[in-house]
T-cell receptor
Framework: RKEVEQDPGPFNVPEGATVAFNCTYS??????FFWYRQDCRKEPKLLMS???SGNEDGRFTAQLNRASQYISLLIRDSKLSDSATYLC??????????FGTGTSLTVIP | DAGITQSPRHKVTETGTPVTLRCHQT?????MYWYRQDPGHGLRLIHY???????DKGEVSDGYSVSRSKTEDFLLTLESATSSQTSVYFC?????????????FGPGTRLTVT
């Protein structure tokens, strides 16, 4: 079983829509959780860390459910510039990170 | 900007030739990583380093070796390149302290093995 699983999409949504991505992780010992954004032919960039209490950064909201081993990312009021692949990432103690295969988002004018 | 550079950025090489990719960081980070990214597989760890001369294998280490003789440089070598090693290679560092780390990536190297 993969450490991290994501729906690859693609998600094609109109501008202004709300879209949600989900991710599950297999190892209950996972300690830290992140969403990264990757643009075409570029490196992944940290979008936000995910905390147990949930956290929000502008139009982006991330939530963690440890009991279900589930992470989510909600994007409100989608912009054309949000088009990218979103990677779910988990970390266990020991400095190793595990990456999902990514969910592709295209925001349509 | 985590101060990570990779070289070369693009390389085309022939099967059977040795190839070395370089990752350079300017901020004295202890941990450095090499990943490859392929469609359908996401990022997979090749090798990582936790200090000068301290390295360990990752998930897909076969056919690759690494060296870290200085804190700032982490080299990835394909001893005899194969077509299955055509990929995008990313270097990364860990940033943080205690139990909380984040990873930051270099711009990547696109390697094509013909």
């Amino acid at each position: 079983r993969k450490e991290v699983e994501q729906d690859p999409g693609p998600f094609n949504v109109p501008e202004g829509a709300t879209v949600a991505f989900n991710c599950t992780y297999s190892n209950s010992a996972s300690q830290s959780f992140f969403w990264y954004r990757q643009d075409c032919r570029k490196e992944p960039k940290l979008l936000m860390s995910v905390y147990s209490s949930g956290n929000e950064d502008g139009r982006f909201t991330a939530q963690l459910n440890r009991a279900s081993q589930y992470i989510s990312l909600l994007i409100r009021d989608s912009k054309l510039s949000d088009s990218a692949t979103y990677l779910c990432v988990v970390n266990r103690i020991g400095n190793q990170f595990y990456f999902g295969t990514g969910t592709s988002l295209t925001v349509i004018p | 900007d985590a101060g990570i550079t990779q070289s070369p950025r693009h390389k085309v090489t022939e099967t059977g030739t040795p190839v070395t990719l370089r990752c350079h960081q300017t901020e004295n980070h202890r941990y450095m990583y090499w990943y490859r990214q392929d469609p359908g597989h996401g990022l997979r760890l090749i090798h990582y380093s936790y200090g000068v001369k301290d390295t360990d294998k990752g998930e897909v280490s076969d056919g690759y070796s690494v060296s870290r003789s200085k804190t700032e440089d982490f080299l990835l070598t394909l001893e005899s390149a194969t077509s299955s090693q055509t990929s995008v290679y990313f270097c990364a560092i860990n940033y943080g302290q205690g139990r909380s780390y984040e990873q930051y990536f270099g711009p990547g190297t696109r390697l094509t093995v013909t």
